[in-house]
């Protein structure tokens, strides 16, 4: 939930009500869409679970591809940026998750 990063205001479930009401609005808002979309008459649930899926690997490489690249910058992570072995590693799993997807999309098209 990040508006309460955008607010300035960072928020937990352990956090009460009060101390931190626009995360728990966001949450509630959330959990209810996905709650109507669940409970919509007649939908077929298998596919929203693959869309959902699919919405999630999806989103899921540029984000691997951004924390690579910030775990490798040594201005952002001063003697803790990850070397050749790490980074290769890294690399790996991005193009092993690149083609799950690529599966995934293939499959379910």
Same mark, same amino acid.
């Given at each position: 939930m990040q508006v309460g990063h955008y607010l300035g205001k960072e928020g937990a479930l352990d956090?009460?009500?009060r101390g931190v009401p626009y995360f728990y609005a966001t949450y509630l808002v959330v959990m209810g869409v996905a709650a109507t979309v669940v409970l919509v008459p007649g939908l077929p649930l298998v596919p929203? &679970?693959?869309?959902?899926? !699919?919405?999630?690997a999806v989103? +899921?490489?540029p984000l691997l591809v951004l924390m690579h690249r910030l775990a490798a910058d040594p201005e952002v992570m001063s003697d803790l940026a990850t070397g050749r072995t790490a980074g290769l590693a890294q690399v790996v799993v991005i193009v &092993?998750?690149?083609?799950? !997807?690529?599966?995934?999309?293939? +499959?379910?098209a």
């Open positions: 956090d009460g009500f929203v &679970l693959l869309l959902t899926q !699919v919405l999630n989103l +899921l490489l &092993l998750v690149s083609g799950c !997807v690529a599966a995934l999309l293939v +499959l379910s």
